[in-house]
């Protein structure tokens, strides 16, 4: 299993399990031109989005929990910068701000899914991982969503405007939903009647691409 998470300059940033057992994950980079492909880092990664900051061309990475709790900043060769411990029983899906000022991520109050109390939400902090700040609250009169849904992932940052956008089970669907990070303020993105999830903004803001599929979750398209 492969999957592409991020580019840059022809260079394209995964996470597979091409050469290990299942679902142990770790970090790859391919050259688009070539077809070159190596292993940067040698630490195995959790099943998590990544961010990248183009302004100091480094990653945040989710190592996996046998490894550390904190997420990574390395270069793109690599090598680790910084370390960023949230505080948190759970974290995971970091992604840098525009900017590269500041770092969303998912959060739960637990250290999985599993326990009484994980309580999922978005959770935002400084850089240098000070200011820690809850974001998102799911509402408290919606009973749809089942332990196992999703309440809030993976956060994705808007190019140009000041909001940051996830995925989140309400009234019985995944629908797209953003929240003002300054504020709180939230609100529903889209309104289809399909479920959505996976997405991602181009680089001016003005479209985009997201995973939809029905409610059963049998029939899945990249949608625009």
Known sequence: MAWAYLSWEQQVFMLSDRDT???CYYLYQMDLSSGAMHQPSDFRFRDSWMGFDPSSQSLIVNPHQSVDSAFYIIDLCGALREKI????????DPAFSPDGKY??????MTKSKREQGFDEALYILNRDGSGLRRITNYPVADTSAAWYQYKARPPVWHPTEHFVSYQS???GMYSIYA?????????KLTDHQ???GYHHWSPDGEWL?????DPEETQFSIGL
């Open 169 to 171: 089970y309400q009234q």
């Open 209 to 213: 691409t997201l995973e939809i599929f």
């Open 85 to 92: 411990t949230t505080g948190l029983p759970y974290a995971s």
């Open 103 to 108: 770092i969303v991520f998912r959060g739960g």
């Open 179 to 187: 929240v003002d990070p300054e504020t709180g303020n939230n609100w």
């Open 194 to 196: 399909f479920s959505e």
């Open 21 to 23: 057992c299942n679902r």
